[in-house]
């Protein structure tokens, strides 16, 4: 499926430009339901997105946060996306939104998966909006080359759900939502910085096998064109 590429000269503008066109989205999705469900990507890259869309204006107190993937830490863990979110998005007028984290206290990550499953049904999916993030093996959310269930995580036939992720480079086990419980966002959004992930962006669009880039599986078979969002 084709996708639609917004190129801005800096971070700053794409972090203002990607904010508007969310809350946009979100405040939309409230007026027609009186709530609205938002998952987005950890990692450095949308801290001054988060920062941005936390001062809009909208009913924060009807919106659901959630997360597109975590590592198995506690959510005070510097590498935990749960702290990204808390100390970016959960501020100024978003402090009024609901988070649902997918860490849970756990003896296993098999076991915060199914926990955190149970938690997330009560968002309710398809989520209003996704923002993912994609590195540059080209993995995306939790989508890792070589992962130890990646097939599993882009079928899109598995149930909608939270699963494990176990692969080299990724340090601590994942949890992380399925392709089906991200695919058919009303919003989905692709948001990378750098002139190194243009490239890579290139190459996923180009041919060859989703679980040599997993991204590829989001570009080609989510519901409708991925918005991507690209500042050098």
Do not use: C
Request: hydrophobic content about 45%.
């Amino acid at each position: 499926m084709a996708s639609t590429l917004h190129s801005f000269a800096s971070a700053a503008d794409l972090a203002s430009s990607l904010a508007e066109k969310v809350a946009d989205k979100l405040s939309a999705a409230i007026a027609a339901r009186g709530a609205a469900s938002i998952a987005v990507s950890g990692g450095s890259t949308p801290k001054a997105f988060f920062q941005a869309l936390s001062t809009h204006d909208i009913a924060w107190d009807k919106v659901t946060i959630t997360l597109v993937d975590e590592r198995f830490v506690p959510a005070d863990n510097a590498r935990s996306n749960h702290l990204l979110v808390d100390a970016n998005l959960l501020q100024n007028k978003a402090k009024a939104a609901r988070f649902v984290p997918l860490y849970q206290p756990a003896s296993s990550v098999g076991e915060a998966a199914r926990l955190a499953t149970v938690k997330s049904a009560e968002i309710g999916i398809p989520f209003d909006v996704v923002i993912l993030g994609m590195g540059g093996d080209g993995h995306t959310a939790s989508f890792f080359p070589g992962g130890s269930n990646l097939a599993r995580a882009l079928d899109a036939s598995t149930p909608r759900s939270v699963i494990t992720m176990e692969a080299e480079g990724a340090g601590e086990p994942r949890l992380t939502f399925t392709f089906s419980s991200l695919q058919d966002a009303a919003l989905l959004v692709l948001h990378i910085e750098g002139e190194g992930k243009k490239d890579v962006l290139a190459k996923a669009e180009g041919s060859g096998d989703e679980a040599e880039m997993p991204i590829r599986a989001v570009l080609r078979r989510a519901a409708s064109p991925v918005e991507i969002y690209w500042a050098p």
